[in-house]
Nanobody
Framework: VQLQASGGGLVQAGGSLRLSCAASGSAINIYHMAWYRQPPGKERELVALITSGGDTVYGDSVKGRCTISRDNAKNTGYLQMSSLKPEDTAVYYC?????????WGQGTQVTVSS
């Protein structure tokens, strides 16, 4: 599975962004999909996860501000982020996992200015 993340950029605090993760090489409907982020100088952390069945989990720092979704017909996942804060600045990575395998995308930079 190859993953291509896009949609990052520079946004002012309070703004919104939608990240996309386009998959190729295999249908992703059988996999869980997640977004992680790695702020400068910090560990990578889970932002949100959506299971193959559609259940969702969110990191505490983004609850109420992010929505993860997937369109299996388009083989693409999304992360809608709103009310962005400077502390949301990070490289965002998409991941799919399942059947003993884990695949990562290349990351997309999100920078939130105050």
């Amino acid at each position: 599975v190859q993953l291509q993340a896009s949609g990052g950029g520079l946004v002012q605090a309070g703004g919104s962004l939608r990240l996309s993760c386009a998959a190729s090489g295999s249908a992703i409907n059988i996999y869980h999909m997640a977004w992680y982020r790695q702020p400068p100088g910090k560990e990578r952390e889970l932002v949100a996860l959506i299971t193959s069945g559609g259940d969702t989990v969110y990191g505490d720092s983004v609850k109420g501000r992010c929505t993860i979704s997937r369109d299996n017909a388009k083989n693409t996942g999304y992360l809608q982020m709103s009310s962005l804060k400077p502390e949301d600045t990070a490289v965002y990575y998409c991941q799919v996992s399942g059947r003993g395998a884990v695949y990562w995308g290349q990351g997309t930079q999100v920078t939130v200015s105050s």
